[in-house]
C-alpha cells in the first residue's frame, strides 16, 4: 500500500522535468530483474558510450511537472519504480523527483552512470550505479568517490564488451572492495559479448559476482518503451 497519495507535494510542485517516456514493463536487470516496474526515463546524457543502448533519450522529450510524473506513474498501479535515462542525474529536477516518488511510498531505485555525484539522492533510493568499462570510451568518466556513498541494497554494474572489460572490471571491483558495500553485477553487451562465455570466465575464475543478463531484451529485443 502507498503511504501518501501520490501527488500531495507542493514544495516538488514546481519542478519540471524532461522526460522521454513512462512506461510499464518487466525490470530486466538487477537484483529486482523479473518484477512488474515503472521506469521513468529522463531525457538527457553527458555520455556517449559505445554500446549505449538507450540514445534515443539524449533528446526530445516533453517537460512534466512532478505531480503530473506521479499521476501516471500510480496510474500503472505497481509498487516498483525505476529512474532512468540517459542520465538522471543531468537534471538537478531529478533529486526532487525520487525523493517525491519515495514519499509517495513506492520502492525507488535509480539507474545512474555513476559519472554524476549521487551524494544527496534520497538514502531510500537504491542506487544502481554503472561504471563505464574501457570499451565504453567514458571510462575515464567514473566518480569513484560514489562508491564510498553505497549502502547496503545499492548494485553497481560493470558492462562489459570482451575480455579487456572483463579483467579491468575484476580489478576495479576488488581494489574498490565494492562487494563489501554493494552487489556487483557483469553484464554483457547485448550482441558483443556471449554471456555463455562471461558465465564461463566467471566459473574458471571463482568470481563471487552476480551475472546479469538483459531480462527485457530476451524477452521483446531492442525495441524502445521496454
Not at 117 to 124: C, E, I, L
Request: aromatic letters at 8%.
Amino acid at each position: 500500500m502507498m503511504s501518501r497519495v501520490a501527488g500531495q507535494l507542493p514544495a516538488a510542485a514546481a519542478v519540471r522535468l524532461k522526460i522521454t517516456e513512462i512506461f510499464h514493463s518487466i525490470q530486466g536487470e538487477g537484483l529486482t530483474a523479473g518484477v512488474p516496474t515503472v521506469f521513468v526515463r529522463l531525457t538527457g546524457c553527458p555520455l556517449r558510450c559505445s554500446y549505449c543502448d538507450t540514445a534515443y533519450a539524449f533528446s526530445g522529450g516533453h517537460y512534466l511537472e512532478v505531480p503530473q510524473i506521479l499521476e501516471r506513474v500510480r496510474a500503472f498501479q505497481t509498487q516498483h519504480v525505476t529512474v532512468t535515462g540517459g542520465e538522471p542525474l543531468a537534471q538537478v529536477g531529478a533529486l526532487d523527483l525520487l525523493r517525491a516518488l519515495c514519499d509517495a511510498g513506492y520502492a525507488v531505485s535509480l539507474e545512474t552512470s555513476g559519472a554524476l555525484d549521487v551524494a544527496q539522492v534520497d538514502r531510500r533510493v537504491v542506487r544502481v550505479l554503472d561504471l563505464k568499462t574501457p570499451s565504453s570510451g567514458e571510462c575515464e568518466r567514473n566518480l569513484y568517490s560514489n562508491l564510498a556513498l553505497l549502502q547496503p541494497g545499492d548494485q553497481v554494474k560493470f558492462v562489459l564488451a570482451d575480455r579487456a572489460d572483463y579483467e579491468w572490471a575484476l580489478d576495479t571491483a576488488r581494489r574498490h572492495d565494492i562487494a563489501q558495500r554493494a552487489s556487483v553485477l557483469f553484464s554483457p553487451v547485448w550482441g558483443r559479448l556471449d554471456p555463455a562465455m562471461l558465465a564461463e570466465w566467471m566459473l574458471a575464475d571463482r568470481v563471487p559476482y552476480r551475472l546479469q543478463l538483459q531480462l527485457h531484451k530476451i524477452l521483446w529485443g531492442e525495441a524502445p518503451g521496454r
